[in-house]
């Protein structure tokens, strides 16, 4: 049995006392092992991982669902406080990232922190370049191909290259793929690089259906026809289960809890699932 508690999240669900913010995190359990997925974006996941039992000695990997400070930047209160764990990263993850306000001003978005910093309280780092096998059931996949022309990806978000700055096209973003005896199930930070995108690329390398998808799906002010698009293409791929976090969007949480096809759900911070 694999366990998914949500340490952060944009809400918190019925136990009181946590810290809700905008920022996600989790803490999965799997084949005896505990990875940490994001850290949120400040010290207050540590202290709810505190409240929730999940300690720093506890944590086996480390991974980055990309580099937004969103998801990363809570790793420094970690490292301060004894992480020691193996971190995997995906490409390009220390290229510095920005919003763009197109006045020619820029909002820095990138995780706060420097390779440097990161390797010095890991374990060990890894690079992901395509996939990266974390347990007998859990592993890391990256590099998904732009299969959906449709499923955009907002011109705001940029990033500083050797080149200048370039629109952001999200090389480092990685996602959680849990083997279960209900098929796949995906774990994911942002989706920046579109979730059909990713989780039909995650079929065909596994040669299975992934039936649950678990975080965010970046699919806030996305608007209606880009939403429906979305759920119709995630049920014929053979997503039947959703739990829609962080930057999915009120409407499009709602409007996927209303379709009969689909069991919708949201992980607000303290709550969990149970996945076998």
């Given at each position: 049995m694999m366990r998914i508690l949500t340490l952060m999240e944009n809400g918190t669900g019925a136990r009181r006392g946590l810290t809700a913010e905008h920022g996600l995190s989790f803490a999965v359990d799997a084949d005896g092992m505990r990875i940490l997925f994001d850290c949120g974006s400040s010290e207050n996941t540590v202290r709810n991982g505190r409240l929730l039992n999940v300690s720093l000695a506890s944590v086996d990997i480390l991974a980055f669902s990309h580099s937004h400070y969103d998801h990363a930047a809570?790793?420094?209160?970690?490292?301060?406080?004894?992480?020691?764990?193996?971190?995997?990263?995906?490409?390009?993850?220390?290229?510095?990232?920005?919003?763009?306000?197109?006045?020619?001003?820029y909002s820095y978005l990138g995780c706060g922190f420097s390779e440097q910093e990161l390797r010095a309280c890991a374990s060990s780092v890894t690079v992901n370049e395509r996939t990266v096998r974390l347990t007998e059931h859990c592993t890391l996949e990256t590099d998904f191909p732009r299969i959906y022309d449709w499923e955009t990806i907002p011109e705001r978000f940029v990033r500083l290259t050797e080149r200048?700055?370039?629109?952001?096209?999200?090389?480092?973003?990685?996602?959680?793929?849990?083997?279960?005896?209900?098929?796949?199930?995906?774990?994911?930070?942002?989706?920046?690089?579109?979730?059909?995108?990713?989780?039909?690329?995650?079929?065909?390398?596994?040669?299975?259906?992934?039936?649950?998808?678990?975080?965010?799906?970046?699919?806030?002010?996305?608007?209606?026809?880009?939403?429906?698009?979305?759920?119709?293409?995630?049920?014929?791929?053979?997503?039947?289960?959703?739990?829609?976090?962080?930057?999915?969007?009120?409407?499009?949480?709602?409007?996927?809890?209303?379709?009969?096809?689909?069991?919708?759900?949201?992980?607000?911070?303290?709550?969990?699932?149970?996945?076998?």
């Open positions: 809570g790793f420094r209160a970690f490292a301060e406080r004894g992480l020691s764990a193996r971190a995997v990263i995906g490409s390009c993850f220390f290229e510095e990232k920005y919003a763009a306000a197109g006045n020619g001003t200048g700055m370039e629109q952001d096209q999200f090389p480092d973003e990685q996602c959680l793929v849990l083997e279960t005896g209900k098929g796949l199930a995906v774990v994911t930070g942002c989706s920046h690089p579109g979730i059909l995108n990713m989780v039909t690329e995650i079929g065909r390398r596994y040669g299975k259906l992934v039936t649950a998808v678990i975080g965010g799906l970046h699919l806030s002010g996305a608007g209606g026809e880009r939403i429906s698009r979305t759920a119709a293409g995630l049920k014929k791929l053979g997503v039947t289960r959703l739990w829609c976090n962080h930057c999915t969007g009120r409407e499009a949480r709602e409007q996927m809890a209303a379709d009969p096809q689909l069991v919708c759900g949201n992980l607000a911070a303290g709550d969990c699932i149970f996945l076998e």
